[in-house]
């Protein structure tokens, strides 16, 4: 079975995420996508993030809809910051080896990879699928696969990477939506409609809620590190 994890914050989740994980799962056949909110997200800590719990039922909203997306509160369940490494031997365990788990993960993301936690293990958990997105380069990402040892070679279909572990890295360019979260808090916070860039059910949620209508929303709580020395990253 093959099966898709697209992490993120989703504070709100838009439709760039839907969307996005629609296409992939089609795309490379993905019996299940699943979104998985980052409880406390590393690489956030220093920023307000809204309550897991509103931003899982946002994200359950949102995946509501669609046969190949599902929302789980894995990481909702583990103490700590939510590490992507974590979340993969979890992942692992849960599904088995015979499984081939495919990890979703946007191109300014993946940039960024060396920050996160034990990224060079990454790789013996899941295959990888970058994401294009609209307005980001790919800057630095020759030398991010030539510190991975990550080989491309040509095939009759295009060129495909493969990391020493043997789990594949495709590229892909989805449907390019250029939506963000923090456009989106941005706009609810300045009065501005939202429509048509999230969810219906979620546009409705986060109204009934009174999400983002400030910086110190009743909602939001300050997320602070554990401790000095923790580095950022996912
Ligand atoms: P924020 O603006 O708060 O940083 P975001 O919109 O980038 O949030 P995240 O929850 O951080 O959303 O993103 C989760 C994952 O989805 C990341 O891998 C990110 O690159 C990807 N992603 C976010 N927005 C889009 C989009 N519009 N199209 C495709 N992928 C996206």
Redesign the pocket.
């Known amino acids: 079975m093959k099966l898709g994890i ?6 709100p989740i ?1 439709l ?2 839907l ?2 994980a629609e296409e992939i799962g089609q795309h490379l056949a993905l019996e299940k996508v699943y979104l998985i909110p980052s409880s406390l997200p590393p690489h956030k800590a220093e920023i307000p993030v809204t309550p897991f719990h509103h931003r899982l039922a946002m994200t359950r909203l949102g995946t509501h809809c669609s046969r190949l997306l599902e929302t789980t509160d894995l990481e909702g369940n583990r103490p700590g910051f939510s590490y992507s490494i974590e979340t993969l031997q979890e992942l692992h365990q849960v599904f088995g080896p015979g499984q081939d788990l495919f990890f ?6 993946f940039l960024e990879i060396k920050t996160w936690r034990n990224y060079k293990n990454l790789f013996d958990y899941a295959h990888f699928v970058i ?1 294009s ?2 307005g980001c380069r790919n800057f630095g990402l020759e030398a991010i696969f030539s510190d991975l040892h990550i080989r491309g070679s040509e095939t009759g279909s295009g060129k495909i990477f493969v990391a020493p572990s043997g789990k594949s890295i495709t590229l892909i360019t ?1 449907t ?8 989106i ?1 941005n706009m609810v916070k300045e009065g501005r409609s939202i429509h048509f860039l999230v969810p219906e059910t979620v546009r409705a949620y986060i109204i009934e809620k009174g999400l983002y209508l400030n910086d110190d929303p009743h909602g939001k709580s300050k997320i602070m590190p554990c401790n000095h020395s923790r580095k950022k990253g996912r």
Request: neutral net charge.
């Open positions: 697209l992490g993120g914050t989703f504070d838009h760039g995420h969307r996005s979703i993960v946007g191109m300014d993301a994401l997105r609209a989805s390019p939506m250029e939506i963000s979260s923090t456009n808090r």
